[in-house]
């Protein structure tokens, strides 16, 4: 395979309540096309998210043209995703959905400055796909995998985008901690999710 072939970047697995907290943006090289990375507070850079949660709302905010604003809740927090005329199939999605469903959606972060100089963070969806409660909850388990896995390597002397993260925000990694260990109990609570007996 030739080294000019474009692969598309891994979809991060993010809760809500580390996304929203994430506000720089970078890119690793000075190529037009080199990816735009949202780095996340844990320690991890995301060109793209996979996120799983309950579209509660959605609304046409476009003027001119349509474009959906949906608000998606997962078990730490909303995410808000935005899909209009460049995003033809998320955009008829969201229009077809309607809440409350549980969806999946993978899309590229995408950050806004207020006038008042705070970062707002949404999601461009490239996909936006309705699922079911198992897969809602094995989304939340996985997420809380990958997000104490972050959290473990954030001290690793090598662990260069952690070390960013560090540079970059003041917040203590123990509260995504606490944020994965509360989404897990939250499925243990709905009774959904039977436990596997560990062996």
């Given amino acids: 395979m030739s080294q000019?072939?474009?692969?598309?970047?891994?979809?991060?697995?993010?809760?809500?309540?580390?996304?929203?907290?994430?506000s720089y943006t970078f890119k690793e090289s000075d190529?037009?096309?080199?990816?735009?990375?949202?780095?996340?507070?844990?320690?991890?850079?995301?060109?793209?998210?996979?996120?799983?949660?309950?579209?509660?709302?959605?609304?046409?905010?476009g003027e001119d043209s349509e474009y959906?604003?949906?608000?998606?809740?997962?078990?730490?927090?909303?995410f808000f995703t935005y899909a209009g005329q460049y995003q033809p199939e998320a955009a008829s999605a969201l229009r077809e959905l309607e809440p409350p469903a549980y969806v999946a959606v993978v899309g590229k972060p995408r950050t806004y400055e207020t006038d008042d100089g705070n970062v707002n963070v949404s999601v461009r969806p490239e996909s936006i796909t309705t699922v079911d409660a198992s897969t809602r909850d094995r989304w939340v388990a996985e997420t809380a995998?990958?997000?104490?896995?972050?959290?473990?390597?954030?001290?690793?002397e090598?662990?260069?985008?952690?070390?960013?993260?560090?540079?970059?925000?003041?917040?203590?990694v123990e509260e995504y901690?606490?944020?994965?260990?509360?989404?897990?109990?939250?499925?243990?609570?709905?009774?959904?999710?039977e436990e596997e007996p560990t062996a």
Avoid: C, H
């Fill in 4 to 22: 000019n072939t474009l692969t598309r970047e891994v979809a991060r697995r993010v809760f809500a309540s580390e996304y929203n907290d994430a």
């Fill in 177 to 193: 901690r606490d944020a994965a260990v509360a989404a897990l109990r939250s499925l243990d609570d709905s009774d959904e999710l």
């Fill in 68 to 78: 959906w604003r949906g608000r998606i809740v997962d078990p730490t927090g909303t």
């Fill in 158 to 172: 090598g662990n260069e985008y952690a070390r960013m993260a560090r540079e970059q925000y003041d917040l203590p």
């Fill in 31 to 61: 190529d037009d096309r080199a990816p735009l990375y949202l780095l996340l507070p844990t320690g991890e850079r995301a060109n793209r998210v996979f996120i799983v949660g309950t579209l509660t709302e959605k609304e046409d905010v």
């Fill in 145 to 156: 995998a990958r997000t104490l896995d972050r959290i473990e390597a954030f001290d690793d």
